[in-house]
């Protein structure tokens, strides 16, 4: 079923816009869970975490693209899960990694968040990755939205973990050239 009509269903409050939407996108958000959250049992409690969000958000909210607006709000509710303790014994030590390799170019001598907005940040970053290969872009998305392994994203494009690092290094260092340049850190 088309996306605009299973919007219509939620905008009906016909429960069946949550069967269409399992069916449409449930391994799509469960990959997103799985990865970051390293445990199909937690992962499994996100999905169902995010049908019960989409069905509260929609409406008032009318997604643009229903794939989208799916992905983002697993991968909100799976990070929020990491915070828990029972999470965080299980898997959460991977997304830890991953904040502490970008925490470096985020901090600034003053408050990112009351300096600059967030489309501004999203605009440079998109922009940023729009100039860097298709392998480099899957690298870094594969690393920094999906939480993946840098050993499963080694297996994933047949690079070597040494690679994956040091490309996932260099990016992060032209990333943060960019952003200082353009005044957001």
């Known amino acids: 079923m088309e996306d605009s009509r299973i919007i219509d269903l939620f905008n009906e409050r ?5 069967v269409y939407t399992k069916e449409n996108y449930s391994d799509y958000c469960r990959y997103i869970a799985g990865s970051i959250l390293g445990n199909s049992e937690d992962a499994e409690e996100a999905l169902n ?5 989409a069905w509260n958000a ?11 607006f799916l ?17 965080a014994k299980r898997g959460g030590n991977e997304v830890r990694v991953i904040f502490d390799e970008i925490e470096e ?13 967030h489309k501004e940040l999203v605009g440079a970053i998109n922009s940023f990755l729009e100039g860097v290969s298709d392998d480099d872009r899957r690298v870094f998305v594969s690393r920094y939205w ?40």
């Open 14 to 18: 016909d429960e069946q816009a949550l």
């Open 49 to 53: 975490d995010t049908w019960l969000a």
């Open 105 to 117: 170019w985020l901090r600034s001598s003053q408050d990112v968040e009351r300096e600059i907005s």
């Open 58 to 68: 929609i409406p008032p909210h009318i997604p643009k693209c229903l794939r989208t």
């Open 71 to 87: 992905g983002r709000l697993t991968r909100n509710i799976s990070l929020k899960r990491i915070r828990s303790d029972r999470a």
């Open 146 to 185: 999906y939480m993946k392994p840098v050993s499963d994203i080694a297996r994933e494009y047949s690079f070597s973990e040494s690679k994956v690092k040091s490309k996932l290094f260099r990016m992060r260092k032209k990333l943060y050239e960019r952003l200082e340049q353009e005044g957001l850190i």
